[in-house]
């Protein structure tokens, strides 16, 4: 079955205590995404990657990383979690690269608190 | 940066009526996708379309690139239906990131 998969898909951390959460893909896609979500702030975009070794930031990348070492998995780090990173993120891939010219496969959310 | 707007931001509807949500954006773009997140909070994409229309089953998408405007239609509709439509496109033309509207809460009442 072709999917996203993220984990954990519920997290409740303390500040400054460093995580990740892994994304992966089953669908051979070159471009894959990270987005987090916030009431009245909609989705909003973090980083995103075209393929192995490809990254870039989106709208709101401080205080994240990223890694594409692999083609299936896209993992976001929080190298010192902060409570405004508390939100629900949703991990995306597409076979187009740019994604806005193809069909966009999202995870099935993690959401993330921060004490 | 491409502004997004949707309207209506809600909507409460009849189980069996035609629903219409708009979307208009600011840039010039290649293509639009229109996606559904229920309650749960799971998103799915509904459509990426970047000319014309397109239809899959009672969900139907239209866009007009000179006018920078799109519509999501739902023909026949039930209270599965109920979710938040969101429209994205790229925030010019082409970049390889996405804007987001803010979403059409929609409500069917059976």
């Known amino acids: 079955e072709a999917q996203v998969t993220q984990n954990p898909r519920y997290l409740i951390t303390v500040t400054g205590k460093k995580l990740t959460v892994t994304c992966s893909q089953n669908m051979n896609h070159e471009y894959m995404s990270w987005y987090r979500q916030d009431p009245g702030l909609g989705l909003r975009q973090i980083y995103y990657?075209?393929?192995?070794?490809?990254?870039d930031k989106g709208d709101v990348p401080e205080g994240y990383k990223v890694s594409r070492k692999e083609k299936r998995n896209f993992p976001l780090i929080l190298e010192s979690p902060s409570p405004n990173q508390t939100s629900l993120y949703f991990c995306a891939s597409s076979l187009e690269t740019g994604g806005h010219t193809g069909e966009l496969f999202f995870g099935e959310g993690s959401r993330l608190t921060v004490l | 940066k491409n502004e997004v707007e949707q309207s209506p931001q809600n909507l409460t509807a009849q189980e069996g009526e035609f629903i219409t949500i708009n979307c208009s954006y600011s840039?010039?773009?290649?293509?639009l996708h229109w996606l559904q997140q229920h309650p749960g909070g799971g998103i799915v994409s509904l459509f990426m379309l970047s000319s014309g229309k397109k239809k899959h089953g009672r969900l139907i998408a239209t866009i007009n690139i000179q006018e920078k405007h799109s519509s999501l239609h739902i023909t026949a509709s039930h209270p599965r239906d109920s979710a938040v439509y969101i429209c994205?496109?790229?925030?010019?033309?082409?970049?390889?990131?996405?804007?987001f509207g803010q979403g059409t809460r929609l409500t069917i009442n059976p």
């Open positions: 994205a496109v790229p925030p010019r033309r082409g970049a390889q990131k996405l804007v």
């Open positions: 990657s075209m393929n192995v070794e490809v990254t």
């Open positions: 840039v010039g773009i290649s293509a």
